[in-house]
Nanobody
């Protein structure tokens, strides 16, 4: 079973950048599609970006052109580079084995808080 620990969040001004990291432990990380999800207060969890084991990315419309997902299978790590951040990006960000666009199921990590001020 693979478990994830997210880091790299913080407080930034609108237009700023952050790089989130997701360190995985357990076997088989390189075999999985991994997704970055986020959940804002009062909203449902949503997929922001996903990446296949081979490195092919996929993005939600809200992330296209601003976010870049990447992975280093040798380091068991997935990254999310976020540029031109907007206040509506404020949320707790989680990574996980892909769980669909709505991120169903329990057993999420702590996540990392991203707050974008206007």
């Amino acid at each position: 079973q693979v478990q994830f620990v997210e880091s790299g969040g913080g407080l930034v001004q609108s237009g700023g950048s952050l790089r989130l990291s997701c360190a995985a432990s357990g076997s088989g990380f390189g075999n999985y599609v991994v997704g970055w999800y986020r959940q804002a207060p009062g909203k449902q969890r949503e997929l922001v970006a996903g990446i296949t084991h081979g490195g092919t990315p996929n993005y939600a419309d809200s992330a296209k052109g601003r976010f870049t997902i990447s992975r280093d299978n040798a380091k068991n790590t997935v990254y999310l580079q976020m540029n031109n951040l907007k206040p509506e990006d404020t949320a707790v960000y989680f990574c996980s084995i892909y769980r669909g666009p709505a991120g169903v199921g329990d057993g999420w990590g702590q996540g990392t808080q991203v707050t974008v001020s206007s």
